[in-house]
């Protein structure tokens, strides 16, 4: 591992050795010094890979860091075990500390989605299976969600209502717009905003509720060789929308597909969530009309988020992203009626 001036890090390696004897009762022995970074996000969490061996056979596991005064932990450890009772391929957690911001996790490897369609080209044809996968995962989530017998434990997560839609796309004024590209509304300019803002949560509000994972998308999902794909980053799980992980899977901030195949994957789901019994729209093209409404609030929301993290967190390379994002907002804006304000505010930015 390279010398790192990182005081978290050697809470961590002084963690992982305090816990040698029981993580050997659970049959894992690991070896500190190979401990190096695996990824990162857009939180606070930093995630590490640990070389070690499983009942006597070489095998390894992600140490997630998340520093408590910054990051809660709970979530995630409450929806990773709501998941896997859901049959989704989640990290298995095979110790934890909570007050320190320490999870020992199974690895779901090195290739996330979005490093295994740059790999195939982003051909529709070849990365097809892979969101066939998804899909079918998506599906397993949401019909779990709604079985009788699960609605205890899916109670206990936070709904995706009118106040929490409406704080996200207010991201979209106050960063975007303030700060990213210095626009100053006018009192009418700001009173239309508000009234799209309403009009689009209202839209999103009328669909059936489900669990939403939030961020199911290329680079929270890993290609696995078992139950593909293997899902990441779900702590922010809540009950909303059911177009809401489709959207974020169909119109990802970091790839793009054309209409064509985002609207012929998205009939496969919905053909797939009507078999399967899920409350989607019996008519194709109401479907997708509540897709486009939810991937704009989305979507306004990413706009706000990627300048923020450049802005108040320093993490710059987000901006690259941002025009992928004003493309899919900017179509459903100059589609639908009522968005007109919006569709002209959003050519000012372009």
């Known amino acids: 591992m390279n ?65 408590p005064e910054k990051e809660n932990i709970q979530p995630f450890v409450a929806i990773d075990k709501l998941l896997l009772a859901a049959g989704l391929h989640v990290p298995t957690i095979w110790h934890q500390d909570l007050e320190q911001g320490f999870l020992l996790c199974a690895d779901l490897g090195n290739t996330t989605y979005a490093q295994a369609l740059s790999g195939l080209g982003h051909a529709p044809h070849a990365c097809a299976n892979l969101y066939r996968d998804a899909c079918q995962a998506l599906i397993r989530l949401q019909t779990f969600s709604l079985a009788p017998e699960n609605q205890t434990a899916v109670a206990a997560l936070a709904p995706y209502d009118q106040g929490r839609l409406m704080q996200e796309m207010r991201l979209f004024d106050e960063w975007y717009l303030g700060r990213h590209r210095t626009i100053a509304l006018g009192p009418t300019e700001r009173e239309q905003l508000f009234a799209i803002y309403d009009l689009i949560a209202a839209r999103c509000l009328s669909q059936p509720v489900v669990i939403v994972h939030r961020d199911y998308h290329s680079r929270n999902l890993m290609v696995t060789g078992k139950n593909n794909p293997g899902v990441l980053d779900f702590q922010d799980a809540v009950i909303g929308p059911i177009t809401y992980d489709l959207v974020s899977l169909l119109r990802d901030a970091y790839v793009e597909w054309t209409e064509e195949t985002q609207i012929d994957w998205a009939i496969g789901y919905w053909e797939h969530a009507r078999q399967a019994g899920l409350p989607v729209a019996k008519d194709f093209a109401d479907f997708w009309r509540d897709f486009e ?48 304000p919006l569709a002209k505010l959003l050519e000012r930015c372009a």
Do not use: C
Request: positive net charge; proline residues 6%.
């Open 3 to 67: 010398a790192m001036p990182d005081a978290r890090l050697a809470q961590a390696l002084r963690w992982i050795e305090d816990q040698a004897p029981r993580l050997g009762e659970l049959g894992w022995a690991l070896a500190p010094e190979t401990l190096r970074p695996a990824s990162s996000d857009a939180s606070f969490r930093r995630y590490f890979r640990i070389d070690g061996a499983y009942q006597g056979q070489p095998d390894h596991l992600i140490l997630m860091d998340a520093p």
């Open 293 to 340: 409404w939810m991937g704009l609030q989305r979507h306004l929301k990413v706009l706000g988020i990627f300048a923020r993290l450049h802005y108040r967190d320093g993490k710059d390379n987000y901006l690259k992203d941002l025009p992928l994002v004003m493309r899919y907002a900017m179509g459903v804006a100059r589609r639908y009626q009522g968005l007109g």
